[in-house]
Structures are given as C-alpha cells and as structure tokens.
C-alpha cells in the first residue's frame, strides 16, 4: 500500500500575490479522515486546490509520496454542467490518469462505470444527459467519478452542500468507506454536527491555521477561544 499521507510545511496559497492562506505546518497522516472547517474566505478551498496542485505554493512546500494518487472533487458551483455529456462520460473522466482521453475504454473500465453509478444509487443513468440530472444526482454522480479514479488520497470541497438529507448519507456512507479501507480523505464543511459525527479529526483555518487535532479537542477549542458569533460563522461559512 502507497504512503497516501500529506506533509505540509510553512504553505501558503493565494492567488496573484495575493495570499489566502499562509503558515500552514503538520501531516495529515495517511488512513485519516479530516474535516476542513472555517468561515468563507478563509482559505479552506484555497488550501485544498494546493494540496491537490492545482496552486503552486507562495511559500513552503509540500510533500507525498511518490506514486500517491489524488482524487479532487470541487464545489458544484465551480462546474459547467451545461456543457453536452452524459452521465457516462463524466465518471469516466475519472480513468483519464490510467487510460488517457483519447483512447477507447476496455470493457472491464466500462464496468467500472456502471459499478460506480450503482453505488451511488444511480444504476441505469449512463446515458442520462448532465443538465437532467437534480443537485443531489449530480453530486451522486461526481462521487462516482472519484470511486473510479482509485485514488489514495481524496480532497472534497463542500460536497454536501445544497443536496437532500438522502444524498448527504449516501455520501457519507462512501467517505466513511474509504476511510475504512486506509484512504486518506479531507473534507471542507459547515456542518459542525456532522463533523463531530463522522470525522475523527479537524482542521479548523482562518487564513492561517486555528486549531488541528482530534476532533473533540478541535471543536471545544474553538468554542472556548471564539466568540458566539465567530463560531456561528464557522459552522454556516459566513464571511466575518
């Protein structure tokens, strides 16, 4: 098994020379399942376009080991779903590393597909067209896309945004999953009920780094050093 931890040292993202978020130190351990919390603006998709390598880094660096595959799914809202494909061909966007863009998909990828898509609840939507799908669908779709990618790291920016209470446990039935087979996953959310519940550690930022540990500490931390408000923002992502 590939090392799939992430070690971090002085990172600092941004964008022009601009930086969003600096000072960022430590090792998120391979077979962790964190939580990336913080207000809007804090840097949390920042950092985690770095960590993905999408941004370069301003300062610091940052290390994993060689071979370590990562799997990165943006925020919806970042994603033209208007663009004409179908379902089938955004899950298999997530075979491109192995097989490339152009070349024809063996039949045992194609099934990698449709066992993707069953997993997710959308058994028989192959050839369903992007723009017909609900919020929630296409989500389940993305997630589709990274089962396939295989990778050993997984970075999710705000997956349970705007989807319905059945998505969000489908989701996190397959988060809870990859953790339990030994992939390292980070996740950004808002959602401080479902981050005491489901994730074993948290990454609390604010341009730089509030706090990072094991989520219990992580959190009373947090409500002992910020105020109502602050942590109000913290919990619904609301820009202080």
């Given at each position: 098994?590939?090392?799939?931890?992430?070690?971090?040292?002085?990172?600092?993202?941004?964008?022009?020379?601009?930086?969003?978020?600096?000072?960022?130190?430590?090792?998120?351990?391979?077979?962790?399942?964190?939580?990336?919390?913080?207000?809007?603006?804090?840097?949390?998709?920042?950092?985690?376009?770095?960590?993905?390598?999408?941004?370069?880094?301003?300062?610091?660096?940052?290390?994993?080991?060689?071979?370590?595959?990562?799997?990165?799914?943006?925020?919806?809202?970042?994603?033209?779903?208007?663009?004409?494909?179908?379902?089938?061909?955004?899950?298999?966007?997530?075979?491109?590393?192995?097989?490339?863009?152009?070349?024809?998909?063996?039949?045992?990828?194609?099934q990698k597909v449709v066992d993707a898509l069953e997993t997710v609840g959308l058994a028989g939507f192959e050839n369903t067209p992007l723009t017909a799908l609900s919020g929630g669908q296409f989500q389940r779709a993305l997630f589709a896309r990274v089962i396939v990618q295989n990778a050993h790291i997984i970075l999710l920016d705000e997956p349970f945004n705007a989807i319905d209470?059945?998505?969000?446990?489908?989701?996190?039935?397959?988060?809870?999953?990859?953790?339990?087979?030994?992939?390292?996953?980070?996740?950004?959310?808002?959602?401080?009920?479902?981050?005491?519940?489901?994730?074993?550690?948290?990454?609390?930022?604010?341009?730089?780094?509030?706090?990072?540990?094991?989520?219990?500490?992580?959190?009373?931390?947090?409500?002992?050093?910020?105020?109502?408000?602050?942590?109000?923002?913290?919990?619904?992502?609301?820009?202080?």
């Open positions: 098994m590939i090392d799939a931890s992430v070690h971090l040292n002085g990172l600092a993202f941004g964008y022009g020379r601009h930086p969003v978020i600096k000072k960022i130190t430590g090792s998120i351990a391979a077979g962790t399942l964190t939580a990336l919390i913080g207000a809007n603006g804090s840097g949390k998709s920042t950092l985690l376009k770095g960590i993905a390598g999408i941004l370069r880094p301003m300062a610091g660096s940052y290390t994993r080991a060689l071979g370590a595959r990562i799997a990165y799914l943006p925020q919806t809202t970042e994603l033209d779903r208007s663009f004409p494909a179908c379902v089938r061909d955004l899950v298999a966007l997530g075979l491109w590393p192995e097989r490339g863009l152009l070349r024809r998909h063996r039949a045992q990828e194609r209470a059945e998505t969000t446990w489908v989701m996190l039935s397959l988060i809870n999953h990859w953790h339990q087979q030994g992939r390292t996953v980070l996740v950004v959310i808002h959602d401080l009920n479902l981050v005491r519940r489901h994730f074993p550690a948290t990454m609390a930022v604010n341009g730089e780094l509030l706090a990072w540990g094991k989520t219990p500490v992580v959190l009373d931390t947090l409500a002992s050093s910020l105020s109502t408000d602050a942590l109000f923002s913290v919990a619904n992502g609301v820009a202080e």
